[in-house]
């Protein structure tokens, strides 16, 4: 699985609040998908921090 935040995120910070180990703000203050593909064991973190995403900014592929 491979995680990809568009750039509709709103910085909230909720994907990194649910999954740490994907995602974070970075310098620009949005959220990206620091590893990809995603690792195995953080593949339900990564499902329910797209489902949680207030703006539908994360593409699971």
Do not use: H, W
Request: charged share 20%; proline share 7%.
């Amino acid at each position: 699985m491979f995680a990809t935040v568009t750039s509709d995120c709103m910085k909230c910070g909720a994907c990194e609040t649910i999954c740490p180990q994907v995602f974070r703000i970075n310098s620009y203050e949005i959220a990206e998908a620091y590893i990809n593909p995603v690792p195995q064991a953080a593949e339900e973190s990564t499902k329910e921090a797209a489902k949680n995403c207030p703006v539908a900014a994360i593409i699971l592929e």
